[in-house]
């Protein structure tokens, strides 16, 4: 029995070494760009490493399925005069949906080359940032900057077919100042019935929610925050419990102060990581598929970062601008800019 129990506990103890990550000896960073002239390029959603969608500044809402040799896009107008500028982009398994920011908002069901109007809200203050759906591909949700006392967040049960505003009495009353960015369609995550969304502004705080939207906590960060450009651009989690955001102040891109933390309790506290060193304000961030929540990425208009640590420790690998980053796997990444779209890969 004792002979048993032994060859057990040394198994066990193989298994865990065998799963314990083991820092990549990664040889080359590459990123081959993609002119896009007409647009601004901020919500992407990527399929494979030949396949991206994305949606664009122009009311362009287009795609690759050959590594970029050939494009195509829908261009999208509403009552003939209004372009919709779209920040949020969204897969629900078997259709797009495409979010405007500003008066109206407008959301678009992308599907198989015509574009249906699922979504409309028209106030002076309205201005949608980001847009996701959950693991089930039935229940979605967006957010977008407050137009009462609380953020203003529409949720879908049904795949997209109807979206319905949560009343502010279900929802956290909004700080002063405290707002939301459509920088990257990567302020809000989700896994599984959970979702967490990232503010700015006079606040940096995180909103989550356990139950599709259902019911909300709301918990302070330590970001740099107070003023209008300044709090949490970006989040991911790797699982339940951890998690990475990014920031800073758009409007001093070179500091680094505060703008970098990582939560191990879902979302609850949160622990400045790298403070004053690389890198600095960053619009998105994202965990590398396969690598167990060590390597990140994290782009913005000062360049390309990269991490082995789980966020801890930085290296800038290229000065390249993008506002926003997706892996298909450890290996490929799809990259957002203004006029551009990028493939990254790693070597």
């Known amino acids: 029995m004792k002979r ?3 060859f057990i506990f040394a198994f066990l103890f ?37 396949s991206v969608f994305y949606a664009g500044s122009n009311g362009d809402v287009g795609f690759t399925t050959d590594s970029g040799t050939l494009w195509n896009a829908l261009n999208i107008r509403h ?5 919709p500028h779209f920040r949020s982009l969204a897969f629900n398994g078997n259709d797009y949906f495409a979010l405007s920011i500003g008066n109206p908002a407008l959301m678009y069901k992308i599907s198989e080359g015509d574009a249906t109007l699922v979504y409309k809200e028209e106030d002076e203050k309205v201005f949608y940032d980001a847009l996701t759906f959950f693991d089930d591909n039935l229940h979605g949700i967006a957010v977008g900057d407050p137009t009462e006392s609380c953020a203003s967040i529409i949720i879908t049960e049904d795949g997209g077919e109807n979206w319905n505003k949560i009343p502010c009495d279900n929802l956290p009353e909004i700080a002063k100042d405290e707002a939301f ?3 990257s369609n990567t302020n809000i995550a989700t896994i599984g019935s959970s979702v967490w969304i990232a503010s700015g502004g ?47 102040d758009y409007s001093k891109p070179e500091e680094n102060v505060a ?9 609850k506290t949160w622990t400045i990581v790298s403070d004053g060193k690389s890198p600095n304000y960053k619009s998105c961030v994202q965990y590398v598929p396969n690598t167990n929540g060590k390597e990140v990425f994290a782009v913005g208009k000062t360049g390309v970062s990269f991490s082995n640590d789980g966020g801890k420790t930085w290296k800038d690998v290229s000065k390249d601008s993008y506002y926003s980053i997706h892996f298909v796997d ?18």
Not at 79 to 83: A, H
Not at 202 to 229: D, H
Not at 337 to 343: D, E, L, N, S, T
Request: include cysteine.
């Open 14 to 50: 193989l298994m865990s070494c065998k799963q314990e990550y083991q820092p990549r000896n990664i040889e080359t960073i590459t990123i081959k760009e993609f002119k896009m002239e007409d647009s601004s390029i901020r919500a992407i959603q990527v399929v494979d490493s030949t």
């Open 259 to 267: 703008n970098k933390a990582i939560t191990i309790d879902g979302g």
């Open 202 to 248: 006079g606040k940096a705080r995180i909103l989550k929610s356990t139950n599709y939207g259902k019911s909300w906590q709301i918990f302070e960060t330590p970001f740099v925050q107070g003023n209008g450009p300044q709090g949490i651009y970006s989040i991911d989690f790797y699982d339940e419990n951890n998690g990475i955001a990014v920031g800073g």
């Open 79 to 83: 009552q003939d005069s209004i372009v």
């Open 4 to 6: 048993i129990i032994g």
């Open 181 to 183: 960015f459509a920088a």
């Open 330 to 347: 450890e290996n490929n990444a799809w990259l957002s800019g203004h006029h551009k779209i990028g493939k990254l890969i790693l070597k």
